[in-house]
DNA sequence: TTTTGAGTTGTTCGA
DNA sequence: GTCGAACAACTCAAA
Protein backbone atom coordinates (compact mmCIF):
# COMPACT_ATOMS: atom_id res chain seq x y z
CA UNK A 1 0.00 0.00 0.00
CA UNK A 2 0.86 3.41 -1.04
CA UNK A 3 0.02 6.82 0.18
CA UNK A 4 0.69 9.86 -2.39
CA UNK A 5 -0.16 13.15 -2.32
CA UNK A 6 0.14 14.94 -5.40
CA UNK A 7 0.52 19.04 -5.31
CA UNK A 8 -1.35 20.46 -8.08
CA UNK A 9 -2.83 24.03 -7.34
CA UNK A 10 -3.15 25.02 -11.19
CA UNK A 11 -5.67 22.45 -11.41
CA UNK A 12 -7.58 24.35 -8.43
CA UNK A 13 -8.92 26.74 -11.00
CA UNK A 14 -9.02 30.38 -9.54
CA UNK A 15 -9.02 29.70 -6.08
CA UNK A 16 -5.06 27.90 -5.85
CA UNK A 17 -4.12 27.37 -1.99
CA UNK A 18 -3.17 30.57 -0.69
CA UNK A 19 0.02 31.55 1.58
CA UNK A 20 -1.56 30.33 4.79
CA UNK A 21 -3.06 27.51 3.86
CA UNK A 22 0.48 26.43 2.12
CA UNK A 23 1.87 26.80 5.32
CA UNK A 24 -0.35 24.55 6.99
CA UNK A 25 -0.26 21.95 4.04
CA UNK A 26 3.62 22.40 3.99
CA UNK A 27 3.30 20.99 7.89
CA UNK A 28 -0.04 18.81 7.41
CA UNK A 29 2.10 16.78 4.65
CA UNK A 30 4.66 16.37 7.44
CA UNK A 31 2.92 15.42 10.05
CA UNK A 32 1.12 12.78 7.83
CA UNK A 33 4.88 11.09 6.43
CA UNK A 34 5.95 11.35 10.24
CA UNK A 35 2.90 9.27 11.07
CA UNK A 36 3.57 7.14 8.28
CA UNK A 37 7.04 6.64 8.82
CA UNK A 38 5.85 4.59 12.40
CA UNK A 39 4.50 1.82 10.12
CA UNK A 40 8.28 2.05 8.26
CA UNK A 41 5.42 3.61 5.48
CA UNK A 42 6.54 7.14 4.05
CA UNK A 43 4.62 9.80 2.11
CA UNK A 44 5.27 9.75 -1.88
CA UNK A 45 4.97 13.43 -2.81
CA UNK A 46 3.63 14.22 -6.91
CA UNK A 47 3.27 17.22 -8.35
CA UNK A 48 0.50 17.49 -10.62
CA UNK A 49 -0.99 17.82 -13.70
CA UNK A 50 -2.84 14.59 -11.12
CA UNK A 51 -3.44 11.76 -13.80
CA UNK A 52 -0.19 11.58 -15.30
CA UNK A 53 1.33 12.04 -11.93
CA UNK A 54 -0.70 8.88 -11.21
CA UNK A 55 -0.37 6.92 -14.06
CA UNK A 56 3.20 7.14 -14.00
CA UNK A 57 3.38 5.74 -10.40
CA UNK A 58 0.99 3.06 -11.19
CA UNK A 59 3.01 2.03 -13.72
CA UNK A 60 6.15 2.29 -11.72
CA UNK A 61 5.16 0.40 -8.96
CA UNK A 62 2.83 -2.35 -10.44
CA UNK A 63 -0.19 -1.00 -8.79
CA UNK A 64 -3.68 -2.24 -9.40
CA UNK A 65 -6.51 0.53 -7.47
CA UNK A 66 -6.32 4.19 -6.86
CA UNK A 67 -8.36 5.48 -3.97
CA UNK A 68 -9.32 8.96 -2.66
CA UNK A 69 -11.89 10.99 -0.77
CA UNK A 70 -13.91 13.21 -2.85
CA UNK A 71 -14.18 16.86 -3.14
CA UNK A 72 -16.87 18.77 -4.13
CA UNK A 73 -15.14 22.24 -4.99
CA UNK A 74 -16.42 22.64 -8.69
CA UNK A 75 -12.91 22.33 -10.33
CA UNK A 76 -11.77 19.90 -8.29
CA UNK A 77 -14.80 17.74 -8.62
CA UNK A 78 -14.13 18.27 -12.57
CA UNK A 79 -10.65 17.61 -12.45
CA UNK A 80 -11.36 14.45 -10.55
CA UNK A 81 -13.65 12.83 -13.06
CA UNK A 82 -11.11 13.26 -15.57
CA UNK A 83 -8.59 11.87 -13.73
CA UNK A 84 -11.25 8.38 -12.85
CA UNK A 85 -12.01 7.99 -16.54
CA UNK A 86 -8.06 8.54 -17.43
CA UNK A 87 -7.43 6.01 -14.79
CA UNK A 88 -9.74 3.90 -15.70
CA UNK A 89 -9.34 3.92 -19.39
CA UNK A 90 -5.83 2.28 -18.53
CA UNK A 91 -7.37 -0.30 -16.39
CA UNK A 92 -7.09 0.76 -12.80
CA UNK A 93 -9.55 0.53 -10.23
CA UNK A 94 -10.36 3.65 -9.34
CA UNK A 95 -12.90 4.06 -6.10
CA UNK A 96 -13.37 7.26 -4.20
CA UNK A 97 -14.82 7.48 -1.14
CA UNK A 98 -16.84 10.20 1.26
CA UNK A 99 -14.36 11.63 3.81
CA UNK A 100 -15.14 15.39 4.27
CA UNK A 101 -18.79 15.52 5.22
CA UNK A 102 -21.86 14.11 7.36
CA UNK A 103 -23.49 13.36 4.02
CA UNK A 104 -22.89 13.37 0.07
CA UNK A 105 -24.64 16.48 -0.97
CA UNK A 106 -27.38 14.56 -3.38
CA UNK A 107 -28.57 12.99 -0.28
CA UNK A 108 -30.00 15.94 1.18
CA UNK A 109 -33.00 17.83 -0.60
CA UNK A 110 -36.80 19.15 0.35
CA UNK A 111 -39.84 17.73 -0.68
CA UNK A 112 -39.44 18.98 -4.23
CA UNK A 113 -36.33 17.43 -4.70
CA UNK A 114 -34.24 20.84 -4.41
CA UNK A 115 -31.73 21.94 -2.30
CA UNK A 116 -32.45 23.88 0.85
CA UNK A 117 -31.65 27.42 1.05
CA UNK A 118 -32.46 27.90 4.64
CA UNK A 119 -29.95 26.35 7.02
CA UNK A 120 -32.56 24.80 10.04
CA UNK A 121 -34.71 23.03 7.31
CA UNK A 122 -31.29 21.68 6.34
CA UNK A 123 -29.77 20.46 9.72
CA UNK A 124 -33.30 18.98 10.92
CA UNK A 125 -32.95 16.80 7.83
CA UNK A 126 -29.56 15.95 8.51
CA UNK A 127 -30.41 14.79 11.95
CA UNK A 128 -33.21 13.12 10.91
CA UNK A 129 -31.01 10.63 8.64
CA UNK A 130 -29.62 7.64 10.63
CA UNK A 131 -26.37 8.78 12.61
CA UNK A 132 -23.22 8.84 10.34
CA UNK A 133 -21.54 6.09 9.41
CA UNK A 134 -18.38 5.51 12.11
CA UNK A 135 -15.27 5.83 10.98
CA UNK A 136 -13.58 3.08 10.79
CA UNK A 137 -10.13 3.09 13.14
CA UNK A 138 -6.87 3.15 11.38
CA UNK A 139 -4.54 0.19 9.96
CA UNK A 140 -2.79 -1.69 12.71
CA UNK A 141 -0.11 -2.22 10.22
CA UNK A 142 0.32 -1.30 6.59
CA UNK A 143 1.82 -3.54 3.85
CA UNK A 144 5.08 -1.60 1.91
CA UNK A 145 6.08 -2.07 -1.28
CA UNK A 146 9.27 -4.08 -2.08
CA UNK A 147 10.83 -0.83 -3.33
CA UNK A 148 9.81 2.76 -2.48
CA UNK A 149 8.82 4.76 -5.78
CA UNK A 150 10.60 8.64 -6.88
CA UNK A 151 9.16 11.02 -4.43
CA UNK A 152 9.80 14.54 -4.30
CA UNK A 153 11.21 16.54 -1.00
CA UNK A 154 8.15 18.36 1.02
CA UNK A 155 10.63 20.95 0.65
CA UNK A 156 10.76 20.72 -3.17
CA UNK A 157 6.99 21.71 -3.14
CA UNK A 158 8.02 25.25 -2.01
CA UNK A 159 5.02 25.53 -0.16
CA UNK A 160 6.74 27.83 3.31
CA UNK A 161 6.69 31.74 2.52
CA UNK A 162 9.54 32.93 1.85
CA UNK A 163 9.46 35.80 4.01
CA UNK A 164 9.46 34.10 7.62
CA UNK A 165 6.16 35.84 8.48
CA UNK A 166 4.71 32.55 9.84
CA UNK A 167 6.36 32.43 12.71
CA UNK A 168 3.72 33.60 14.88
CA UNK A 169 1.17 31.47 13.19
CA UNK A 170 3.45 28.38 14.12
CA UNK A 171 2.91 29.54 17.98
CA UNK A 172 -0.55 29.09 17.55
CA UNK A 173 -0.78 26.25 15.87
CA UNK A 174 -0.10 22.24 15.28
CA UNK A 175 -1.08 20.88 11.82
CA UNK A 176 -1.57 17.20 11.27
CA UNK A 177 -3.60 14.50 12.94
CA UNK A 178 -2.38 14.37 16.87
CA UNK A 179 -3.15 18.17 16.78
CA UNK A 180 -6.47 18.10 15.71
CA UNK A 181 -7.36 15.49 18.46
CA UNK A 182 -6.30 17.58 20.65
CA UNK A 183 -7.78 20.37 19.39
CA UNK A 184 -11.32 18.66 19.84
CA UNK A 185 -10.69 17.28 23.36
CA UNK A 186 -9.34 20.24 24.46
CA UNK A 187 -12.46 21.78 23.35
CA UNK A 188 -14.71 18.93 24.78
CA UNK A 189 -13.05 19.16 28.11
CA UNK A 190 -12.80 22.51 28.50
CA UNK A 191 -15.45 24.86 26.59
CA UNK A 192 -17.90 22.20 24.78
CA UNK A 193 -20.74 23.29 28.31
CA UNK A 194 -20.30 26.79 27.74
CA UNK A 195 -19.56 27.07 24.66
CA UNK A 196 -23.10 28.94 23.72
CA UNK A 197 -22.50 31.87 25.97
CA UNK A 198 -18.45 32.46 25.80
CA UNK A 199 -17.94 31.68 21.81
CA UNK A 200 -18.83 35.02 20.91
CA UNK A 201 -16.15 36.87 23.29
CA UNK A 202 -13.44 36.93 21.28
CA UNK A 203 -10.50 37.68 24.10
CA UNK A 204 -11.90 34.11 25.52
CA UNK A 205 -10.05 30.95 24.41
CA UNK A 206 -14.20 29.20 23.46
CA UNK A 207 -13.90 27.77 20.15
CA UNK A 208 -13.13 24.82 18.91
CA UNK A 209 -10.57 26.07 16.62
CA UNK A 210 -10.77 23.14 14.81
CA UNK A 211 -11.38 24.79 10.82
CA UNK A 212 -7.58 23.96 9.55
CA UNK A 213 -8.05 20.56 10.73
CA UNK A 214 -11.15 19.43 9.12
CA UNK A 215 -10.39 21.77 6.26
CA UNK A 216 -6.91 19.37 5.55
CA UNK A 217 -9.04 16.27 6.41
CA UNK A 218 -6.94 15.76 9.69
CA UNK A 219 -10.06 15.19 11.15
CA UNK A 220 -13.64 14.63 9.40
CA UNK A 221 -16.86 15.35 10.81
CA UNK A 222 -17.71 11.45 11.26
CA UNK A 223 -14.87 11.72 13.99
CA UNK A 224 -16.26 14.91 15.35
CA UNK A 225 -19.60 13.27 15.59
CA UNK A 226 -18.43 10.07 17.09
CA UNK A 227 -16.08 11.30 19.60
CA UNK A 228 -18.92 14.08 20.89
CA UNK A 229 -21.26 11.37 21.30
CA UNK A 230 -18.71 9.29 23.34
CA UNK A 231 -17.67 12.70 25.51
CA UNK A 232 -21.82 12.88 26.39
CA UNK A 233 -22.14 9.21 27.19
CA UNK A 234 -18.79 10.05 29.48
CA UNK A 235 -20.46 12.90 31.14
CA UNK A 236 -24.28 11.76 30.84
CA UNK A 237 -25.21 14.11 28.77
CA UNK A 238 -28.45 12.96 27.53
CA UNK A 239 -28.48 12.25 23.65
CA UNK A 240 -31.11 15.31 22.85
CA UNK A 241 -28.65 17.68 24.26
CA UNK A 242 -25.84 17.52 22.26
CA UNK A 243 -27.27 16.42 19.10
CA UNK A 244 -29.30 19.89 19.38
CA UNK A 245 -26.13 21.67 20.73
CA UNK A 246 -25.06 25.10 19.16
CA UNK A 247 -21.66 23.01 18.63
CA UNK A 248 -22.80 20.14 16.79
CA UNK A 249 -25.14 22.66 14.49
CA UNK A 250 -21.86 24.55 13.47
CA UNK A 251 -20.57 21.11 11.73
CA UNK A 252 -23.92 21.29 10.26
CA UNK A 253 -22.85 25.06 8.93
CA UNK A 254 -19.62 23.79 7.64
CA UNK A 255 -21.81 20.88 6.10
CA UNK A 256 -24.42 23.19 4.75
CA UNK A 257 -21.79 25.62 2.81
CA UNK A 258 -20.42 22.21 1.66
CA UNK A 259 -23.66 20.79 0.34
CA UNK A 260 -24.94 24.92 -1.52
CA UNK A 261 -21.39 24.54 -3.15
CA UNK A 262 -21.94 21.71 -5.16
CA UNK A 263 -25.43 22.55 -5.88
CA UNK A 264 -24.67 26.39 -6.70
CA UNK A 265 -20.98 26.05 -8.18
CA UNK A 266 -20.89 29.59 -9.50
CA UNK A 267 -21.50 31.01 -6.31
CA UNK A 268 -17.54 31.80 -5.30
CA UNK A 269 -17.89 34.53 -7.42
CA UNK A 270 -21.65 35.43 -8.37
CA UNK A 271 -23.96 35.89 -5.53
CA UNK A 272 -26.78 33.27 -5.20
CA UNK A 273 -29.72 36.31 -5.45
CA UNK A 274 -29.14 37.32 -8.88
CA UNK A 275 -30.59 40.86 -7.95
CA UNK A 276 -27.40 41.25 -6.25
CA UNK A 277 -25.85 41.50 -9.51
CA UNK A 278 -25.76 45.09 -10.28
CA UNK A 279 -24.79 46.19 -6.70
CA UNK A 280 -22.63 49.30 -7.12
CA UNK A 281 -20.23 48.33 -5.05
CA UNK A 282 -16.84 51.01 -4.51
CA UNK A 283 -13.38 49.96 -6.18
CA UNK A 284 -11.74 52.17 -3.00
CA UNK A 285 -8.37 50.88 -3.27
CA UNK A 286 -7.21 52.60 0.00
CA UNK A 287 -9.94 51.29 2.09
CA UNK A 288 -9.44 48.23 1.14
CA UNK A 289 -5.76 48.40 1.96
CA UNK A 290 -7.16 50.09 5.68
CA UNK A 291 -9.17 47.12 6.26
CA UNK A 292 -6.45 44.41 5.43
CA UNK A 293 -4.24 45.55 7.63
CA UNK A 294 -6.44 46.75 10.35
CA UNK A 295 -6.18 50.62 9.83
CA UNK A 296 -9.51 51.25 9.76
CA UNK A 297 -9.83 53.45 12.70
CA UNK A 298 -12.14 51.00 14.58
CA UNK A 299 -10.48 48.99 17.04
CA UNK A 300 -12.02 45.91 17.41
CA UNK A 301 -12.26 45.78 13.28
CA UNK A 302 -8.44 46.48 13.16
CA UNK A 303 -7.47 43.93 16.29
CA UNK A 304 -9.14 41.11 14.16
CA UNK A 305 -7.57 41.60 10.90
CA UNK A 306 -4.03 42.12 12.61
CA UNK A 307 -5.08 38.87 14.62
CA UNK A 308 -5.38 37.41 10.89
CA UNK A 309 -2.23 38.58 9.22
CA UNK A 310 -0.56 37.39 12.36
CA UNK A 311 -2.12 34.05 13.15
CA UNK A 312 -3.75 32.70 10.12
CA UNK A 313 -6.80 33.00 11.86
CA UNK A 314 -9.82 35.29 13.20
CA UNK A 315 -12.43 34.66 15.71
CA UNK A 316 -15.23 33.56 14.37
CA UNK A 317 -17.38 36.76 15.60
CA UNK A 318 -15.16 39.22 14.66
CA UNK A 319 -15.18 37.68 11.27
CA UNK A 320 -18.70 38.81 10.96
CA UNK A 321 -17.53 42.28 12.18
CA UNK A 322 -15.13 42.82 9.61
CA UNK A 323 -17.08 41.26 6.93
CA UNK A 324 -19.72 43.73 7.52
CA UNK A 325 -17.44 46.95 8.08
CA UNK A 326 -16.04 45.74 4.90
CA UNK A 327 -19.35 45.20 2.73
CA UNK A 328 -21.56 47.33 4.62
CA UNK A 329 -19.37 50.39 6.00
CA UNK A 330 -16.96 50.50 3.13
CA UNK A 331 -19.19 48.98 0.50
CA UNK A 332 -16.62 47.04 -1.14
CA UNK A 333 -17.40 43.53 -2.72
CA UNK A 334 -17.74 40.39 -0.83
CA UNK A 335 -15.33 39.52 -3.94
CA UNK A 336 -12.39 41.46 -1.82
CA UNK A 337 -13.21 40.38 1.36
CA UNK A 338 -13.24 36.22 0.62
CA UNK A 339 -10.02 36.81 -1.75
CA UNK A 340 -8.21 38.32 1.22
CA UNK A 341 -9.72 35.79 3.38
CA UNK A 342 -8.50 33.01 1.09
CA UNK A 343 -4.92 34.07 1.05
CA UNK A 344 -4.54 34.75 4.62
CA UNK A 345 -6.41 31.85 6.53
CA UNK A 346 -5.07 28.66 7.42
CA UNK A 347 -8.87 27.31 7.40
CA UNK A 348 -9.53 28.68 3.97
CA UNK A 349 -12.14 26.69 2.87
CA UNK A 350 -13.94 27.89 -0.78
CA UNK A 351 -17.38 26.61 0.94
CA UNK A 352 -17.50 28.40 3.70
CA UNK A 353 -15.34 31.14 2.54
CA UNK A 354 -18.21 31.98 -0.10
CA UNK A 355 -21.38 30.82 2.18
CA UNK A 356 -19.96 33.35 4.82
CA UNK A 357 -19.07 36.37 2.99
CA UNK A 358 -22.64 35.95 0.75
CA UNK A 359 -24.56 35.26 4.11
CA UNK A 360 -22.71 38.82 5.01
CA UNK A 361 -23.22 40.64 2.37
CA UNK A 362 -27.36 39.58 2.10
CA UNK A 363 -26.76 37.80 -1.01
CA UNK A 364 -26.24 34.37 0.30
CA UNK A 365 -28.13 31.39 1.15
CA UNK A 366 -30.42 32.29 4.28
CA UNK A 367 -28.83 35.33 4.55
CA UNK A 368 -28.41 38.63 7.14
CA UNK A 369 -30.78 40.60 5.71
CA UNK A 370 -29.46 44.15 4.30
CA UNK A 371 -30.51 45.94 7.30
CA UNK A 372 -28.52 44.41 9.59
CA UNK A 373 -25.09 46.20 9.80
CA UNK A 374 -22.89 45.50 12.69
CA UNK A 375 -22.06 48.52 14.77
CA UNK A 376 -18.24 48.15 15.63
CA UNK A 377 -18.39 50.07 18.97
CA UNK A 378 -21.27 48.41 20.09
CA UNK A 379 -19.99 44.94 19.08
CA UNK A 380 -16.44 45.78 20.64
CA UNK A 381 -18.11 47.16 23.67
CA UNK A 382 -20.04 44.52 24.22
CA UNK A 383 -17.98 41.67 23.02
CA UNK A 384 -14.71 43.11 24.25
CA UNK A 385 -16.10 45.05 26.98
CA UNK A 386 -12.27 45.00 28.87
CA UNK A 387 -10.63 45.42 25.98
CA UNK A 388 -8.23 42.61 26.04
CA UNK A 389 -8.78 41.58 22.50
CA UNK A 390 -8.09 45.20 21.42
CA UNK A 391 -5.05 45.78 23.12
CA UNK A 392 -3.32 42.52 22.27
CA UNK A 393 -3.63 43.33 18.62
CA UNK A 394 -3.64 46.92 18.79
CA UNK A 395 -0.85 47.62 21.49
CA UNK A 396 -0.91 51.37 21.01
CA UNK A 397 -3.72 51.50 22.31
CA UNK A 398 -2.85 49.13 25.30
CA UNK A 399 -2.58 52.47 27.98
CA UNK A 400 -6.52 53.42 27.23
CA UNK A 401 -8.91 53.18 29.99
CA UNK A 402 -12.08 50.48 29.19
CA UNK A 403 -14.38 53.16 28.52
CA UNK A 404 -12.27 54.74 25.28
CA UNK A 405 -10.78 51.56 24.22
CA UNK A 406 -13.29 51.05 21.50
CA UNK A 407 -13.36 54.90 20.43
CA UNK A 408 -10.36 56.47 20.79
CA UNK A 409 -10.78 59.03 18.24
CA UNK A 410 -13.87 60.40 21.04
CA UNK A 411 -11.33 60.45 24.03
CA UNK A 412 -10.38 63.81 25.70
CA UNK A 413 -7.09 65.00 24.73
CA UNK A 414 -5.79 64.88 28.10
CA UNK A 415 -7.01 60.79 28.06
CA UNK A 416 -5.52 60.32 24.89
CA UNK A 417 -2.13 62.34 26.09
CA UNK A 418 -2.13 60.06 29.17
CA UNK A 419 -2.15 56.80 26.83
CA UNK A 420 0.16 58.44 24.68
CA UNK A 421 -2.03 58.00 21.64
CA UNK A 422 -2.23 60.47 18.76
CA UNK A 423 -5.05 59.54 16.83
CA UNK A 424 -4.42 60.21 13.47
CA UNK A 425 0.07 59.26 13.22
CA UNK A 426 -0.03 56.64 16.95
CA UNK A 427 -3.55 55.02 15.83
CA UNK A 428 -5.43 55.95 12.57
CA UNK A 429 -8.31 58.13 12.51
CA UNK A 430 -11.36 56.31 11.22
CA UNK A 431 -11.93 55.92 7.76
CA UNK A 432 -15.59 56.35 7.45
CA UNK A 433 -18.12 57.71 10.09
CA UNK A 434 -19.67 54.61 11.19
CA UNK A 435 -23.47 56.62 11.26
CA UNK A 436 -22.94 57.80 7.72
CA UNK A 437 -21.79 54.61 6.24
CA UNK A 438 -24.51 52.78 7.86
CA UNK A 439 -27.32 55.40 6.19
CA UNK A 440 -25.44 55.52 2.28
CA UNK A 441 -25.33 51.33 2.78
CA UNK A 442 -29.25 50.87 3.68
CA UNK A 443 -30.12 54.11 1.10
CA UNK A 444 -27.72 51.46 -1.58
CA UNK A 445 -29.29 48.68 -0.55
CA UNK A 446 -32.71 50.07 -0.90
CA UNK A 447 -31.85 51.46 -4.26
CA UNK A 448 -30.80 48.08 -5.73
CA UNK A 449 -34.44 46.87 -4.19
CA UNK A 450 -35.87 49.50 -6.52
CA UNK A 451 -33.93 48.61 -9.53
CA UNK A 452 -33.84 44.86 -9.14
CA UNK A 453 -38.19 45.99 -8.97
CA UNK A 454 -38.36 48.12 -12.01
CA UNK A 455 -35.98 45.67 -13.83
CA UNK A 456 -39.02 42.81 -13.16
CA UNK A 457 -36.69 40.41 -11.58
CA UNK A 458 -37.36 40.55 -7.70
CA UNK A 459 -33.96 39.74 -6.00
CA UNK A 460 -35.10 36.16 -5.81
CA UNK A 461 -32.63 33.76 -5.47
CA UNK A 462 -34.59 31.32 -7.72
CA UNK A 463 -31.96 29.93 -10.59
C1' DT B 1 -54.51 23.89 -2.06
C1' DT B 2 -53.69 27.89 0.39
C1' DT B 3 -52.15 30.19 4.32
C1' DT B 4 -49.13 31.02 7.91
C1' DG B 5 -45.05 31.39 10.47
C1' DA B 6 -40.31 31.18 11.21
C1' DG B 7 -35.74 31.66 9.84
C1' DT B 8 -27.32 31.90 13.23
C1' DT B 9 -24.99 35.80 14.66
C1' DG B 10 -28.27 43.50 14.68
C1' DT B 11 -29.34 48.35 15.41
C1' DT B 12 -32.03 52.28 15.97
C1' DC B 13 -35.87 54.85 17.26
C1' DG B 14 -39.52 56.26 19.87
C1' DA B 15 -42.72 55.34 23.54
C1' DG C 1 -33.24 53.05 31.27
C1' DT C 2 -36.04 49.41 29.09
C1' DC C 3 -38.80 47.51 25.51
C1' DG C 4 -41.13 46.57 21.23
C1' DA C 5 -41.44 47.67 16.51
C1' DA C 6 -39.43 48.36 12.29
C1' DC C 7 -36.05 47.69 9.11
C1' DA C 8 -37.49 43.17 3.15
C1' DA C 9 -37.80 39.50 0.62
C1' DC C 10 -37.79 34.85 0.04
C1' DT C 11 -37.75 29.74 1.31
C1' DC C 12 -39.98 25.90 2.97
C1' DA C 13 -42.75 23.01 5.81
C1' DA C 14 -46.57 22.63 8.86
C1' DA C 15 -51.26 23.59 9.51
Same mark, same amino acid.
Given at each position: ?264 ? &? ?24 ? &? ?13 ? &? ?102 ? %? ?26 ? %? ?21 ? &??
Amino acid at each position: MLFVYIYAPEEAGDWPPGSASRWWLHHSLASFDASLRKFSSRLTILRGPSSEALLGLAKAVGAGAVYWSDLHEPALAARDVLVRERLTAAGLVVESFNGSLLHEPWTISNQSGKPYQIFTMFWIQCLSKPAPQEPLAAPAKLRNPEAWPDSLSLNELGLLPKINWAGNIGEAWSPGEDGARDALDNFLNNSFSNYVVARDYPGRNATSRLSPHLHFGEISPRQVWRSLRLFAERNDIPEETWRSSQFLSEIGWREFSHHLLYHFP &QTPHAPLRPGYNEFPWRRDKGHLTAW &QVGATGYPIVDAGMR &QLWATGWMHNRVRMIVASFLVKDLLISWTEGARWFWDTLVDADLAQNTLNWQWAAGCGADAAPYFRVFNPTLQGEKLDCEGNYVRLWCPELGKLPDRWIHIPWE %APPEVLARAEVRIGSDYPTPIVDHAVAR %AEALAAFAQMRRDAKSAGMGISS &QI
